[in-house]
């Protein structure tokens, strides 16, 4: 197979589309092929000589998607690294956009085809971009290849930069928007990243404040989706979704009242308010998914840490047994199944049958939250405080007695 290897006599540019053009001519012969080849290179040298970029990086992608169904993914990635390489001649912002935009979507078209090298050929053409706009454009360009291709492992460690790409690129509040729910979406392909997955869609819900109804209502679906996610999750208790105007506005919503007052039980209340709340909508839990013994296993976890958060910091076993609706001698399994969930941290008394509570984790922080932990941290400065001047009087008279004795 040819190889594209540049010489002293030939600039790379002109060598791809010299190369590019014989592949595309090689089934019409000789006598067709090679005018039209000469003249697509001749086409090539007048760009080059008018510094029209944009023009010479249009006609060297014409015959892009047969380069990638003819040559080996080493040729792809020589072609494709001379074809980039325009947009680094450009010194105008909005010139380099242009050619960003065009090389990344004719990339882009075929995503199941060589969805791997044509990612890598994404991330070389990000790296030669200057412009935070043309670097934006085309990582947005590999987030949705890389869903479509199904080849999402090879950009998910992007992600954790997400907050310096951010500030290089300074973006406007749409395309945050984009951005969280497509790193989402490609997240949510990953079963084990469905935290974050989660993490990035409730970023992407938190942008929606002050908006009218109309714009407010884009949000509703992604929603409707990030409840349903955290009923589901076995191992998410705690999360912010309540305090959100996005998801706020489904509680007096016709269709969807009813998905945020299961949050409102998961969040809030007990085991006993999800049985009633089920045995009334058990149609409405299936069509979500949503297993109702997995469900009341959650609720019951959750019922266990409202209980801890009571100000006694004590529960008696008997409580456990009738909040969480078990047998006698399941209490302290439950117990443990909130320790090793980390939700809560306690000794459990068997002697006086009951479990001591030194911490457990808040399902929602919000106002009331806040005011208990003010309280908490007033009491522990009182506390060191008189601490503290306990021991400058010990020390104190320490000295004295010291003192006395010489």
């Avoid at 090539?44 to 040559?71: H, N, P, Y």
């Amino acid at each position: 197979m040819a190889t594209v290897v540049p010489t002293s006599e030939e600039d790379p540019a002109l060598a791809v589309v010299r190369f590019t053009a014989d592949l595309a001519w090689a089934d019409a012969g000789p006598e067709i092929a090679e005018p039209q080849v000469t003249r697509l290179c001749v086409e090539a040298q007048e760009s080059m000589v008018m510094g029209r970029w944009l023009d010479l990086a249009s006609l060297m992608l014409t015959s892009a998607d047969l380069v990638f169904s003819k040559v080996s993914d080493k040729d792809l990635e020589c072609i494709f690294t001379v074809i980039c390489n325009l947009a680094s001649k450009l010194e105008n912002a909005d010139d380099e956009l242009e050619v960003a935009k065009l090389i990344s979507t004719k990339i882009s078209q075929q995503p199941n085809d060589k969805p791997a090298i044509r990612l890598k050929i994404l991330f070389n053409l990000y790296n030669l971009l200057a412009g935070p706009d043309s670097r934006f454009f085309v990582y947005m360009q590999a987030l949705n290849l890389a869903l479509s291709g199904r080849v999402t492992d090879h950009i998910t460690p992007s992600f954790k930069k997400i907050d310096s790409l951010l500030k290089e690129w300074n973006i406007g509040v749409k395309d945050q928007r984009n951005l969280f729910l497509t790193i989402a979406n490609v997240l949510k392909e990953n079963k084990s990243s469905e935290k974050d997955s989660f993490k990035f869609l409730t970023k992407y819900l938190a942008t929606f404040s002050g908006e009218d109804s109309y714009i407010m209502g884009e949000a509703k679906e992604e929603a409707v989706r990030a409840i349903i996610e955290f009923v589901k999750a076995p191992d998410m208790f705690q999360c912010d979704l309540f305090g959100l105007p996005a998801v706020g506005q489904l509680e007096k919503d016709a269709k969807y009242a009813l998905v945020y007052q299961l949050l409102n039980i998961f969040l809030t209340q007990r085991l006993d308010a999800y049985l009633e709340f089920q045995a009334a909508n058990s149609t409405l839990m299936k069509s979500y998914g949503l297993v109702h013994e997995d469900c009341i296993t959650k609720m019951r976890l959750m019922s266990l840490v409202d209980l801890g958060s009571n100000e006694s910091g004590q529960i008696p076993y008997d409580h456990i047994k009738d909040t969480l609706r078990i047998n006698d001698d399941e209490v302290e399994l439950w117990v443990v199944k909130a320790i090793t969930a980390k939700l809560i941290e306690c000794k459990m008394d068997q002697m006086n049958q009951v479990v001591i509570v030194s911490r457990c984790t808040e399902r929602i922080f919000g106002q009331h939250q806040w005011q208990s932990l003010r309280s908490k941290l007033a009491t522990w400065r009182v506390k060191d405080f008189t601490q503290l001047l306990l021991y400058f009087f010990s020390l104190e008279f320490h000295l004295l007695t010291c003192d006395l004795s010489v």
